[in-house]
């Protein structure tokens, strides 16, 4: 199963249309918001189920503003993150998702790619493929492949 997640396309989607080109295949996306009001042009451009959740420039929306999610044996926690202040570090948004059982907490909204799997839980941030904000400033979004046996491999991709 491949999993392609992103974060703060923020109407530009160039970049999200040569991502899902180079991806081929996915069986499910993942979306952490910022959408701004294109969550339907987004789920007819990539063609599978879409999980999407609203960000703070998602004014109006009637999304979601976090969702639990099970794929596969995982429990995955997908929020924008700047309720829990992910701008200032991501310990608030590691002890919910901690206290709720999950196994993977996905955020965006920092704009920058993060991959952390301290206190046992996968942290994945997959950055922007709109307005990155990193070092490079390279547009970035992240994979999650679960192989034959279960198991996720989580990566971090960029845009060159």
């Known amino acids: 199963m491949k999993i392609l997640i992103v974060s703060d396309t923020h109407k530009k989607h160039g970049n999200l249309k040569e991502v899902l080109r180079r991806t081929g295949h996915i ?3 993942i979306h952490l918001g910022d959408a701004e009001g294109y969550e339907d042009y987004i789920a007819e451009l990539v063609g ?3 999980e999407i959740v609203a960000g703070n420039n998602d004014f109006f929306s009637d999304l979601e503003r976090e969702k639990e999610l099970e794929i596969g044996k995982y429990k995955v926690l997908i929020t924008h993150g700047h309720y829990y202040y992910v701008a200032m570090g991501v310990e608030d948004l590691k002890k919910e998702a901690a206290g709720r059982g999950m196994d993977v907490v996905m955020f965006g909204h920092t704009h920058r790619p993060l991959l952390d799997y301290g206190r046992g839980i996968v942290t ?15 547009p970035s979004y ?4 679960i192989d034959e046996k279960g198991e996720a491999q989580f990566s971090i991709q960029y845009l060159t």
């Open 124 to 138: 994945l941030n997959p950055g922007s493929v709109s307005y990155p904000r990193q070092d490079g400033r390279k």
């Open 27 to 29: 069986d499910l996306m």
């Open 142 to 145: 992240a994979l999650m492949e």
């Open 48 to 50: 599978c189920p879409l």
